[in-house]
Nanobody, 124 residues
Framework: QVQLVESGGGLVQAGGSLRLSCAASGLTFRRYATGWFRQAPGKEREFVASINYNEDSSTYYANSVKGRFTISRDNARNTVYLQMNSLKPEDTAVYYC????????????????WGKGTLVTVSS
C-alpha cells in the first residue's frame, strides 16, 4: 500500500520559513516524480512544485512561489522536501505531497498518489 506522509506544517509569521517533509513507502520511490500541491480555504487545489526522479533532476514551480520555495528529494530516505522562505499570508493552505510516474501530469494538476496533507498557516 502506497503511503505519502507529510510533516513540518504549522503556524509561522509572515516573512518566516518552514520546511515540509514527505516520507514515501510502498512504492519504488526513485521511479516517481514527486511534488507538492496546496489547497487554501474556499479555493481549488493548485500545483506548487515538482521534481523529477533523480535528486539533481529538473524542478518546476508555480509562479506564485518561484524564488521563495525550493523542492528537493533524498532517494536514499524516500523523502521529498519543500523549503518555504519569505512566507506570505496567501501561502496559508493545506499542503499535499504527491507522486507521479510522469512529471508533466503534476504541472497539469494530477498525480498517481497523494498524501493526506499538512496545514501551513501564515499570520500577518
Amino acid at each position: 500500500q502506497v503511503q505519502l506522509v507529510e510533516s513540518g506544517g504549522g503556524l509561522v509569521q509572515a516573512g518566516g520559513s518552514l520546511r515540509l517533509s514527505c516520507a514515501a513507502s510502498g512504492l519504488t520511490f526513485r521511479r516517481y516524480a514527486t511534488g507538492w500541491f496546496r489547497q487554501a480555504p474556499g479555493k481549488e487545489r493548485e500545483f506548487v512544485a515538482s521534481i523529477n526522479y533523480n535528486e539533481d533532476s529538473s524542478t518546476y514551480y508555480a509562479n506564485s512561489v518561484k524564488g521563495r520555495f525550493t523542492i528537493s528529494r533524498d532517494n536514499a530516505r524516500n523523502t521529498v522536501y519543500l523549503q518555504m522562505n519569505s512566507l506570505k499570508p496567501e501561502d496559508t493552505a493545506v499542503y499535499y505531497c504527491a507522486a507521479a510516474i510522469i512529471i508533466t501530469t503534476m504541472t497539469a494538476g494530477y498525480a498517481d498518489h497523494w498524501g493526506k496533507g499538512t496545514l501551513v498557516t501564515v499570520s500577518s
